[in-house]
């Protein structure tokens, strides 16, 4: 596992184990595209509140806790999507359009990138019904 720090690898396990118990741990072997060989990543379904289930990875910037936590949906990878990156990972907070960048910083969690990736899903089924993403455009 790329984390060199022990105590905030036993203090994010306990709280993705209490979060989303439904989610393991595992080290990227390069089989997939969003998680190199040694990267540390979180692998599990959500459901969300229309009852579809995805498959989600949360991987772990390479120098964790610095960087970027990022997720994606496995069913969603080649799917064009709004409010998704290049490499399909999910925009779940703003940098360019009046956001702080939320999302980075030592103290984001695997929990908290799985928690807005849920209302992220939530907000991909609103738009495939509608045809518009909900919330502050």
Not at 127 to 136: D, L, N, Q
Request: aromatic share 16%; proline share 5%; glycine share 12%.
């Amino acid at each position: 596992m790329n984390f060199e720090n022990k105590a905030r690898l036993t203090q994010e396990i306990k709280t993705m184990s209490r979060c989303f118990p439904q989610f393991k741990l595992f080290e990227g072997d390069g089989s997939y595209s969003f998680a190199p060989r040694g990267t540390s990543f979180w692998g599990g379904r959500i459901q969300t509140n229309f009852g579809t289930e995805y498959s989600l990875a949360v991987v772990y910037p390479p120098n964790y806790p610095h960087g970027e936590i990022k997720a994606f949906v496995v069913e969603l990878m080649n799917e064009a999507t709004p409010h998704k990156y290049y490499d399909g990972h999910l925009c779940l907070y703003s940098n360019d359009h009046g956001g702080g960048g939320e999302g980075v910083g030592r103290e984001t969690t695997a929990a908290t990138i799985t928690a807005w990736a849920a209302a992220w899903l939530n907000a991909w089924e609103v738009y495939k019904r509608s045809g518009t993403w909900p919330g502050r455009q």
